[in-house]
């Protein structure tokens, strides 16, 4: 509907209201579908202020204030761990932000470039809000070796996160302490390495990693998309190999497990490995075995971060700075 009031109109009738605001405590508005000014104040106002509104030319209406209460829509924390809904129905993890608070990855399956990612807090109700869009997925990188360059599966998407949304410090909360995250840079990491992730739920789920540098090229032809180069996660012990996630913590975290304390500052660090992306099964002697799947992230990130679509966020920061951003000088507000 389409506004009645003229510029003229409008004027006085913000004059008026601001009149009334500074007397009373109320709710005033103009609504399309009826053309009326709709005041709300205390009972023992009404008479009052319909008096002042006789000596207008509005039609307007005196209403008994309505319990109400405004959420904004901005200053939503978003931490890695998150929970997300894709524009179509598809729920995964947020993973983190990389450089600075406006650039944020996560797994890359659930969405496509340039659509919009919206965010489902956990906590009982399904509010949908756009944290930002998505600047380029990849489902795979070449990384270059001394010998050559080969495939590996990254699944990744790149978001420029909307500036409503604020990112505080990445932090893991443990029991008693909190780590900051960092992704892992190191030699290769072995297999039967203990790890944990941050599934959907906030909650750790330990493993180990059972294959290293896993491929997979028989996938495609079964209408899959074939791995290179992933991490193959399980659980410690038994005989069959299990994998740590479920349904929806694809994009989940997987950490370094913590070390006792000590003088080493490093203590409070928990590294990154890789990002969850799926759940791997096959049977053997009719046995079902399954494997969480997660791409090497440290090899990912700076092939991601040379894209074209994506270069322009590294803002000439060399590829092997980039990382979680450890946001040690913002404090909680």
Not at 145 to 168: E, N, W, Y
Not at 176 to 189: S, V
Not at 297 to 321: A, H, W
Request: proline letters at 4%; one cysteine or more; hydrophobic letters at 35%.
């Amino acid at each position: 509907m389409y506004c009645l009031l003229s510029v003229h109109s409008i004027f006085w009738y913000v004059l008026i209201i601001n009149v009334v605001c500074r007397k009373y405590e109320g709710q005033f508005f103009y609504d399309t579908r009826d053309s009326k000014v709709h005041i709300a104040v205390p009972e023992d106002a009404m008479q009052v202020v319909a008096q002042e509104m006789e000596q207008t030319s509005f039609q307007y209406q005196i209403e008994a204030p309505v319990e109400s209460r405004s959420q904004r829509a901005a200053g939503r924390d978003l931490r890695a761990g998150s929970q997300l809904l894709s524009d179509r129905g598809e729920s995964f993890i947020f993973s983190g932000t990389v450089i600075d608070k406006e650039t944020g990855i996560t797994v890359a399956h659930p969405v496509r470039a340039d659509e919009v990612i919206s965010f489902r807090p956990q906590n009982g109700e399904e509010v949908r809000s756009i944290i930002g869009r998505c600047l380029a997925t990849f489902k795979e990188v070449l990384v270059t070796t001394h010998r050559s360059k080969t495939p590996t599966t990254a699944d990744m998407a790149v978001l420029d996160l909307a500036p409503d949304f604020h990112i505080r410090r990445n932090l893991v909360q443990w029991p008693g302490r909190k780590f900051c995250i960092k992704i892992y840079k190191g030699p290769r990491i072995p297999t039967d390495t203990e790890v944990m992730v941050l599934d959907q739920m906030g909650r750790f789920r330990s493993g180990v990693i059972r294959r290293q540098q896993f491929i997979d090229t028989c996938l495609e032809c079964r209408g899959m998309e074939n791995l290179y180069s992933v991490l193959g996660i399980g659980t410690e012990g038994g005989r069959l190999e299990s994998a740590i996630t479920q349904r929806g913590d694809c994009g989940a975290l997987v950490l370094s497990v913590p070390t006792g304390r000590s003088c080493d500052s490093e203590d409070d660090v928990l590294y990154v490995y890789g990002i969850v992306i799926s759940q791997y099964t096959w049977t053997q002697a009719n046995q079902r075995n399954s494997l969480t799947i997660a791409n090497t992230l440290g090899e990912v990130i700076p092939e991601v971060f040379v894209s074209e679509n994506v270069v322009c966020r590294v803002r000439n920061i060399p590829v092997d700075s980039i990382d979680f951003t450890d946001m040690a000088e913002v404090t909680d507000q």
